[in-house]
């Protein structure tokens, strides 16, 4: 219960974290590793400087990116981005993936998301929407 508590009292510019929209920014593909479904995704050689457009669009397709691996849960995460889930859409669907997991979603999503924004593989956003005129 204190994660949940800790959720309800941060807020991102005035707003609540809940109704942020996680946005993907890179390409990703999945594969099959011991019949679990395993999400990479394709980072761009090049994206940022002078010439990184150029650049990336000269590299042969087999070099243009870099690949990410992600483990079981940032793969489910990652499964559940398409734009229009809210964060709390997303945490409710990580623990009906891994019910196991259900006192620990509520960080283990929020910390994963701000990782991959870090990074600049996904952009938070407010949600144009209120979550209840679903």
Do not use: C
């Not at 809940?18 to 099959?32: I, K, M, W, Y």
């Amino acid at each position: 219960m204190g994660n949940r508590a800790w959720f309800r009292r941060k807020t991102v510019a005035g707003d609540r974290i809940l109704e942020l929209v996680p946005q993907t920014l890179v390409a990703a593909r999945e594969r099959r590793v011991d019949g679990n479904v395993q999400v990479v995704l394709l980072e761009p050689r090049f994206r940022r400087g002078p010439g990184a457009r150029w650049l990336q669009s000269r590299l042969p397709p087999e070099r243009a990116h870099i690949e990410v691996r992600l483990e079981t849960f940032g793969s489910t995460i990652w499964g559940l981005l398409d734009g229009r889930r809210t964060l709390a859409d997303i945490m409710r669907g990580f623990v009906a993936a891994h019910p196991d997991q259900a006192d620990q979603a509520s960080e283990r999503v929020w910390l994963f998301l701000q990782e991959l924004e870090r990074h600049g593989f996904v952009s938070l956003r407010q949600a144009t929407h209120s979550p209840d005129s679903r």
